[in-house]
Nanobody, 129 residues
Framework: QPQLVESGGGLVQPGGSLRLSCVASGFSLDYYAVAWFRQAPGKEREGVSCIRSGGEVTSAEAVKGRFTISRDNAKNTVYLQMNNLKPEDTAVYYC???????????????????????WGPGTLVNVSE
């Protein structure tokens, strides 16, 4: 059964860094786009970053220059490197994938959120003093 599992969240001070991992099992990520979303307390879920099967990436304005998405198909894993973290980055972070060859979702994650077929359970990132 296809699954995604996130890890790497935790408590970090403002200005610090974390690297989140999203590991797939039950299927190969080779032909899948993978996206990161986040949901802060009391707020709606929002798209953060996305990487297509060919490696093209898109990111939300709020994280450009600070967050970097990458993939290692040999490890069936997608990463989200988060630098210069701010308190407003505090949220549960989820990775998700659309059906195979559904890379178009990367063009507008918030618009196409219903097209994401596989979701991980999430990992909490808490940016605080």
């Amino acid at each position: 059964q296809p699954q995604l599992v996130e890890s790497g969240g935790g408590l970090v001070q403002p200005g610090g860094s974390l690297r989140l991992s999203c590991v797939a099992s039950g299927f190969s990520l080779d032909y899948y786009a993978v996206a990161w979303f986040r949901q802060a307390p009391g707020k709606e879920r929002e798209g953060v970053s996305c990487i297509r099967s060919g490696g093209e990436v898109t990111s939300a304005e709020a994280v450009k220059g600070r967050f970097t998405i990458s993939r290692d198909n040999a490890k069936n894993t997608v990463y989200l490197q988060m630098n210069n973290l701010k308190p407003e980055d505090t949220a549960v972070y989820y990775c998700a994938a659309p059906p195979r060859l559904g890379g178009y979702v990367c063009d507008d994650l918030d618009r196409y959120v219903s097209k994401l077929e596989f979701w991980g359970p999430g990992t909490l990132v808490n940016v605080s003093e």
